[in-house]
């Protein structure tokens, strides 16, 4: 059975840092693209950051390029998200989520997901 338990939320000033991380197991986690998503109130779910298998490639939303960075440990399986710079819009709950065989920021496209965290960036 597969799980995926992300962790790391919380509530932080704008400006502020969080890292967020998340551990997936039941399933070969070097072989999986891993993503981050998060979904504000109201909004849809939105891809955030996206990282290959081996981690050898990396994508980002073009809100968040410059001020977060993707990072993986295939011998742990854990993957992480370091948020710099946050912003009161950055508030959201941020998911992480696995994908075989496809790589990108669509979240349908992601088979297993976690519970999320919940982030919250005040002004």
């Known amino acids: 059975q597969v799980q995926v338990v992300e962790s790391g939320g919380g509530l932080v000033q704008a400006g502020g840092s969080l890292r967020l991380s998340c551990t997936a197991s039941?399933?070969?986690?070097?072989?999986?693209?891993m993503g981050w998503f998060r979904q504000a109130p109201g909004k849809e779910r939105e891809g955030v950051s996206c990282?290959?298998?081996?981690?050898?490639?990396?994508s980002y939303a073009d809100s968040v390029k410059g001020r977060f960075t993707i990072s993986r440990d295939n011998a742990k399986n854990m993957l992480y998200l370091q948020m710099n710079s946050l912003r009161p819009e950055d508030t959201a709950i941020y998911y992480c989520a696995a994908s075989g065989g496809y790589y990108g920021l669509t979240p349908e496209q992601y088979n297993f997901w976690g519970q999320g965290t919940q982030v919250t960036v005040s002004a």
């Open positions: 039941g399933l070969r986690f070097d072989f999986y693209t």
């Open positions: 990282i290959s298998a081996r981690g050898g490639s990396t």
